[in-house]
């Protein structure tokens, strides 16, 4: 029994569902061969009776019959309405506008193009047009002609036609009767456009599918399908009932269809089983091939990851089964396990290079106050210009180290931030009052852009420190007569701000090595400038990125949590909380 026991995982696995729907097709395909065997059986059975026939051919007929009386009625009831003619001879009566009225409601009827006037001589004296207008005569009287179409008698009532469809035009038939006379001498006469389709739609469930074929034969020998198109008889005609003279409805019969042996058709239905059967046999195995190559692509990328290979990732595809949901989760898994190795190594990096650089400040800071008290000592009592010349040039190195000791104490003691609602406006313009004598002395242009309005919550002195260490790293890029720019840019819950200049560039491989403490390109540069400013980016919750290419400038972008109007001080402070707890329990 427990060879045969399957859990609820298993139940639930691809092979167990590939398996399920295999089977649920063949059953579904089953039923429904089944269902359209016996559906068949029974329609040959009702074919070979034909009983039903002749009560649809003869409801048809009816159907054909009232339909053309009611347009007969209609087209009598036009003729002698008394005010039709004050309409043909006194257009600007009243009793014309009641008669272009009750014109423009009749001609509204679907099975309508509207409702025509003739002359004596058959010329179209007038129209209304209804809803169903189009073509000739509505939109031009071109390629429009009754000359040659046949006509018969009917009830006192002139058909004329049919029109058969052409040239994109459809069909149509007339119905035409002389007006009452109005007493004063017009002999002018009212027709009925009326839609050849809708006296022809009227077959359609006249006929058996395949076996009998209900059409309409016309005056002149054509024969009209249901769609009001000419039909090309195939089967044997038989006649049927006559709607107007010359009008009947004829039957295409096809003996042959109604004679087909039922065991031929239940072979087809055996054959069609089995070819079902052997096409889902093939999808199951193509199905399971398909899986365990997935599954060793899996196996693979774990085996990738195990031996080191931190940049492996899976393709995921565009599938939503169980296996792309395990590819995604592994790639997420990989990008956030390389992360959290780089950041331990880095975070490692730092400490210990932190504590080498404190403890080297420490022991330079002091020598350097001493060398610069007795250097300043001795420059007061020098009388010889060079001696003291010599002195001010020792004075100005101990103050480059000593700023190189400040750097390293920065580096190796990031204060705490204090973030608190700062605008951009006063982060700008202190900046300007600092960066624009650098900038004017390297004959670089400086300027600020954006929305000043903007807020953000970060520490104003960190930040502060931080754009002076970009704006002087840009203006030190760029040659005389560049441009270096901070611009102000909301997104939503962030601020970004872009610090710009068209200098000399990064060269690609050495953007990921700019933040690294100690490395630098420029002759006397310290390379901890990018790194503190690193360090009190992260310290104020931001991100740093920086975008550049050789001799086409550089942009670093910060972000910052935006602080508005519509953030509250306290929800600001509740999200930096949260995020320095989530750091913490990285």
């Not at 014109?103 to 006037?117: H, I, K, N, T, W």
């Not at 004329?160 to 069909?171: A, F, M, R, T, V």
């Not at 004679?259 to 031929?264: A, F, M, R, S, T």
């Amino acid at each position: 029994m427990s060879a045969f026991h399957w859990s609820r995982n298993q139940r639930l696995s691809l092979v167990a569902r590939y398996t399920l729907l295999s089977v649920g097709v063949v059953v579904c395909a089953l039923i429904a061969l089944s269902f359209l065997y016996q559906r068949f059986s029974n329609e040959l059975i009702d074919r070979l009776t034909g009983e039903r026939l002749s009560a649809q051919v003869a409801a048809t007929s009816n159907k054909l019959s009232a339909f053309l009386d009611a347009r007969i009625y209609q087209l009598v009831t036009l003729s002698n309405h008394p005010a039709l003619p004050a309409f043909i001879d006194a257009p600007n009566t009243p009793q014309a506008e009641e008669a272009l009225t009750l014109l423009r409601v009749e001609a509204d009827s679907p099975d309508l193009y509207g409702v025509l006037f003739f002359d004596r001589q058959d010329n179209l004296d007038r129209l209304v047009a209804g809803q169903a207008a189009s073509g000739p005569p509505y939109w031009s009287k071109t390629d429009w002609d009754i000359s040659g179409l046949p006509r018969v008698t009917h009830e006192g009532v002139e058909f004329i036609g049919p029109k058969l469809p052409e040239n994109g035009n459809s069909g149509w038939l007339l119905m035409r009767q002389q007006i009452r006379d109005s007493g004063l001498g017009q002999n002018v006469s009212v027709a009925l456009h009326m839609r050849l389709s809708s006296l022809t739609e009227l077959l359609a469930s006249a006929g058996v599918a395949g076996v009998i074929e209900p059409l309409l034969r016309t005056p002149g020998g054509v024969v009209l399908d249901p769609t009001g198109r000419p039909a090309e008889v195939t089967g044997e005609l038989v006649e049927g009932p006559s709607i107007l003279p010359g009008w009947n409805i004829v039957m295409s019969v096809h003996p042959g269809t109604i004679l087909q042996p039922i065991d031929e058709t239940r072979l087809w239905l055996y054959a069609t089983a089995i070819l079902i059967i052997a096409v889902i046999l093939a999808i199951f195995f193509a199905l399971s091939r398909s899986l365990r190559r997935r599954v060793d692509t899996l196996v693979q990328g774990a085996n990738s990851i195990a031996s080191g290979d931190l940049y492996y990732r899976l393709p995921e595809g565009r599938r939503r089964d169980e296996i792309s949901t395990v590819a995604k989760a592994f790639n997420t898994m990989a990008w956030q396990l390389k992360d959290l190795i780089d950041r331990t190594v880095r975070a490692e990096k730092l400490a210990v290079l932190g504590q080498f650089a404190t403890g080297v400040a420490h022991e330079v800071r002091n020598p350097l106050a001493t060398m610069k008290t007795t250097v300043q000592a001795l420059s007061r009592r020098e009388q010889d210009e060079e001696r003291i010349t010599l002195l001010d040039d020792i004075g100005s190195q101990i103050d480059r180290l000593s700023r190189v000791v400040n750097d390293l104490l920065s580096y190796g003691r990031p204060g705490e931030a204090a973030p608190q609602a700062t605008a951009i406006r006063e982060l700008f313009r202190q900046t300007s009052i600092l960066l624009e004598p650098v900038a004017d002395e390297a004959h670089v242009r400086f300027f600020t852009s954006g929305d000043s309005r903007l807020n953000v919550y970060v520490d104003p002195e960190q930040i502060l420190q931080i754009l002076l260490n970009l704006g002087i790293n840009a203006v030190q890029a760029c040659n005389a007569g560049g441009t270096v720019s901070l611009r102000a840019e909301d997104h939503g819950d962030t601020v970004e701000i872009r610090v710009t200049d068209d200098g000399c560039g990064i060269a690609r491989e050495h953007l990921l090595d700019v933040t690294q403490p100690f490395f630098t390109m420029k002759s006397k540069g310290t390379g901890l400038g990018l790194t503190i400013s690193q360090q009190l980016v992260d310290a104020n919750h931001g991100t740093i990125n920086i975008e550049s290419a050789p001799q086409e400038g550089t942009t670093i972008i910060l972000t910052f949590p935006a602080s508005g109007p519509g953030i509250g001080q306290e929800e600001i402070t509740k999200n930096v909380q949260a995020d320095q707890n989530t750091d913490r329990r990285r």
